[in-house]
């Protein structure tokens, strides 16, 4: 699809979530979960199968180099100049042949090529280097949708006192949705960095941000969320 068909979806897309919204806000949808006291970044897949071309995973690359690396960017100085957890969410599998009488993989490459992720290519599923992990920043790998599904990262949140979590990443449409979806399901109050989520077809991060922010989540700017962050920097400084 065309940079002008993609504008135009875009538009359309926001008529109709304009109308949308009306009655959402009528029946009592599209209330604000808010900002907590203590947020941890996690961002959902933004490693090289991803956020670089030549993969089945790639995403969008002028939205993931224009848009998503440098929003990342910006919210990854403000999360470590606060002190913030950051927690690098990747996916990645050990037994990838999908013949196997066994593989972690289970049902899910019966639906995406989930089996040209090998743990063994380390180049494939680790993190982007422009947005690399520095020490004391945790990577957590997955092997479903959810960052949280059959993972560790609910208890980990939970053992910081972490209440809130600005979530980053790919795609719109699955990971990030669902570890939105999760998060908040497990009493985490959740954010959607709207500049810094991705995905691979072009309406799909704005119907879902749409979606998001109605049901399961606020949608929140890079700029926004970067104020946020060095608000609660400035509040520590004046109580000490």
């Known amino acids: 699809m065309s940079d002008v068909d993609a504008k135009e979806l875009d538009r359309l897309l926001q008529q109709a979530f304009d109308t949308a919204s009306k009655l959402y806000q009528q029946r009592g949808f599209q209330r604000r979960v808010g900002f907590g006291k203590r947020p941890a970044l996690v961002s959902v ?6 956020t670089r071309p030549g993969n089945p995973f790639t995403c969008d690359q002028e939205k993931m180099d224009n848009e998503i690396i440098p929003g990342m960017q910006k919210l990854l100085k403000a999360f ?9 969410v990747t996916t990645a599998y050990e037994i990838t042949d999908r013949n196997a009488d066994f593989t972690d993989m289970g049902l899910w490459h019966n639906k995406i090529p989930v089996d040209v992720v090998d743990i063994k290519n380390e180049e494939l599923w680790a993190i982007d280097s422009r947005i690399a992990p520095v020490q004391g920043e945790y990577t957590l790998l997955k092997k479903r949708a959810s960052s949280f599904h059959g993972t560790e990262l609910a208890g980990i949140l939970r053992a910081n006192n972490v209440d809130t979590i600005l979530v980053t990443g790919v795609t719109a449409c699955a ?33 879902n941000l749409f979606d998001i922010d109605a049901k399961f989540g606020d949608v929140h700017t890079v700029d926004e969320c970067v104020a946020y962050i060095n608000g609660l920097a400035a509040q520590k400084i004046a109580a000490e």
């Open 80 to 88: 470590r100049a606060a002190h913030l957890p950051v927690v690098h």
């Open 45 to 50: 897949d933004l490693a090289n199968a991803w």
């Open 175 to 207: 990971c990030v949705r669902q570890t939105i979806c999760d998060g908040i399901a497990d009493g985490f109050r959740t954010i959607a960095v709207k500049e810094a989520i991705g995905d691979r077809v072009p309406g799909a991060v704005a119907w």
